[in-house]
């Protein structure tokens, strides 16, 4: 069936409001009484207490969630369906209905409504699963060589938490895929069947409530709609992605899909009151407008363009969440200002030091950088250790990545507690400046060394 994203959004609420569900609108990207995580990033995070029976008001429910995960932000780019902010549509039962209706109302959704080819579709389950194995093959009638087992990483949720994961609720998951090519698949929606709590020693109590959690990604499955081979193309990114392409020529498409991916992220988490700064959720924020910036360079960004990117977030996200398109304006000054203060106090001088540290490590015959130098061009200059591991790789020399962003990690840790003392760094405004530790850059000293 060919539907636009938001008649997806629409037709999956509509479906499960008709099937006894009640509607929930998305919660903020920013939990309201969960300090412990940074954004939302499942539509259950709003559900909890229902989960866990302290809150015993609805029995089903459903939502079309925000959702943010800087554990994605890697993929970004590199596959073509992972975003930082992305939307999950979800059912949810509490001690409701359990794997028989979730199972067969997902196949009916998905074959029926959306009308998709079940010859595209496999399902997985948990390896020891046989009761959902069982509804697939016999309720369903989905042949078993359409079905595979996967163990607990995949397949039981949290992930692995049989033998290491934390106690609580958890449960087996079995999950929906779609072949958009011999041998491609792609996930498109997860069933959790929350049915035990998890104790001491990775003992698996049953839970007295059977639950249900499922989520569906918004954008995966419009790309199977709209038979795209990347969620870049489908309708609500296609607008972005024009916007980012106007404004830098020259990027590689990754790049291009990238920014598109962050521009909307900074737009949504801003929209709800994360402002750039640096730390904790700010920070991801100011990294996500830096990131735009220098993925684009090689199309010689030297002036703020990220904010005239909103406008066509807005525009494209407009039907369900009006807010951002009212705020458009608003966010986009934020986004400016972020830019033009990135761009002069740290891009400018930044540069030169970077070109000054290859030359230095090439007449000495280094082949990689020192972490510390790696931390240092962040602390001083603001240069994200991805950008200084592209820079310099493109160039031959190595760059350990995850040691620079422990350092920078640690130098946070230590900031924080500094600033309560002192007039502070990581105040939360402005631009981290720290006398440079660097020396001997400019002089034939070999190697380039920080002290
Ligand atoms: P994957 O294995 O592809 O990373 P996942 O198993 O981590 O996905 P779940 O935690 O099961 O994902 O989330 C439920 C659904 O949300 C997925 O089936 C997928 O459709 C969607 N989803 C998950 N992560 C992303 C993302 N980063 N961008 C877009 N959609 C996502
Ligand atoms: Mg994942
Ligand atoms: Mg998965
Ligand atoms: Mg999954």
């Not at 109302?105 to 948990?126: C, G, H, K, N, Q």
């Not at 072949?179 to 996930?187: A, D, L, N, T, Y």
């Not at 030091?353 to 130098?373: M, N, Y």
């Not at 040691?403 to 990690?409: G, M, V």
């Amino acid at each position: 069936k060919r539907l636009t994203t938001h008649q997806l959004r629409q037709a999956y609420l509509d479906f499960f409001v008709s099937k006894g569900h009640k509607l929930f609108k998305s919660d903020s990207l920013v939990p309201a009484n969960d300090p412990s995580v940074l954004f939302t990033s499942a539509g259950m995070n709003q559900f909890k207490d229902r989960f866990l029976g302290k809150v015993r008001d609805v029995k089903r429910a459903t939502s079309c969630q925000k959702c943010f995960r800087t554990g994605d932000l890697e993929e970004v780019g590199r596959t073509p369906f992972h975003h930082t902010f992305f939307e999950m549509l979800g059912n949810f039962s509490f001690g409701d209905y359990f794997k028989k209706e979730a199972i067969q109302w997902a196949w009916e959704f998905v074959t029926e409504v959306m009308e998709i080819d079940p010859a595209r579709l496999w399902a997985s389950v948990y390896e020891d699963d046989d009761e959902a194995m069982g509804i697939w093959q016999k309720i369903v009638k989905v042949p078993a060589d359409k079905i595979r087992k996967f163990g607990p990483k995949d397949n039981f949720w949290p992930s692995n938490a049989i033998k290491e994961g934390p106690n609580g609720p958890c449960g087996p998951c079995s999950e929906i895929y779609y072949e958009k090519e011999e041998g491609q698949s792609v996930e498109v929606w997860n069933l959790v069947f929350t049915q035990f709590n998890r104790c001491d020693g990775g003992i698996l109590e049953p839970l007295p409530n059977k639950n249900i959690d499922t989520g569906m990604g918004l954008e995966r499955m419009s790309s199977v709609l709209q038979g795209v081979d990347t969620n870049f193309k489908i309708d609500v990114f296609v607008p972005i992605v024009e916007a980012v392409r106007q404004n830098a020529q020259d990027a590689e498409d990754s790049a291009v899909y990238t920014v598109a991916d962050h521009v909307r992220a900074v737009a949504f988490c801003i929209g709800d009151g994360v402002l750039p700064s640096n730390d904790g959720r700010g920070y991801v924020v100011r990294k996500l407008i830096r990131r735009c910036l220098y993925l684009t360079q090689a199309s010689h960004h030297t002036k703020p363009f990220v904010y005239k990117l909103i406008s066509s977030v807005a525009a494209s996200m407009k039907e369900a969440y009006p807010e951002i398109l009212e705020r458009r304006d608003n966010i986009a000054q934020i986004v400016r200002a972020e830019e033009e203060k990135y761009i002069k106090n740290i891009l400018e001088g930044g540069s030169e030091k970077l070109a000054v540290i290859l030359e230095s490590l090439k007449a000495c015959g280094q082949k990689e950088l020192a972490p510390e130098t790696g931390l240092d061009l962040y602390v001083t200059y603001g240069i994200q250790p991805d950008f200084t591991k592209d820079y310099f790789e493109k160039a031959g020399i190595g760059v350990d990545m995850a040691r620079i962003e422990a350092l920078i990690r640690q130098e946070q840790d230590k900031s924080r507690m500094t600033s309560k003392m002192a007039c502070s760094i990581f105040s939360g405004e402005g631009i981290v400046l720290k006398p440079s530790r660097f020396v001997g850059y400019e002089t034939d000293t070999c190697p380039a060394k920080v002290v």
